[in-house]
């Protein structure tokens, strides 16, 4: 039951911090997915999917976007195919911001 709580907890993170574009400045986004960014570099991982990896809710090989998109659309995708989604959200939440 934890798994899926935390599961759908960082989705609703996700979808919050595209959609804080929508409220906060385009500066302060940027300053957010910077750090966003930072935390994947310094930790390997983002500091919720690590947590899902200790549980062993999500295999040790495998990031979040991964996990999501297997567990959500039965699509499997590697690493690299993750790392352009999430180009892409951080693209979507400038984009939402600006547009604001």
């Known amino acids: 039951m934890s ?3 935390l599961f759908w907890f960082h989705i609703g993170v996700i979808i919050f911090a595209v959609l804080s574009g929508l ?3 385009t500066s302060v986004v940027l300053v957010l997915i910077v750090l966003h ?5 310094v930790l390997g991982d ?6 899902k990896k200790y549980t062993k809710i ?3 090989d495998e990031d ?3 996990y999501a998109a297997k567990r959500l659309f039965g699509a499997v ?10 180009y892409a959200i951080y693209a ?9």
Do not use: D, M, V, Y
């Open 3 to 5: 798994g899926e709580i």
């Open 58 to 60: 999500i295999a040790s």
């Open 64 to 66: 979040f976007l991964q």
């Open 37 to 41: 960014k930072i935390h994947l570099i």
């Open 92 to 100: 979507l939440t400038i984009l939402i911001s600006l547009g604001h």
């Open 23 to 25: 409220w906060l400045p």
């Open 77 to 86: 995708i590697g690493k690299h195919a993750s790392e352009l989604i999430n």
């Open 46 to 51: 983002c500091l919720l999917t690590k947590l």
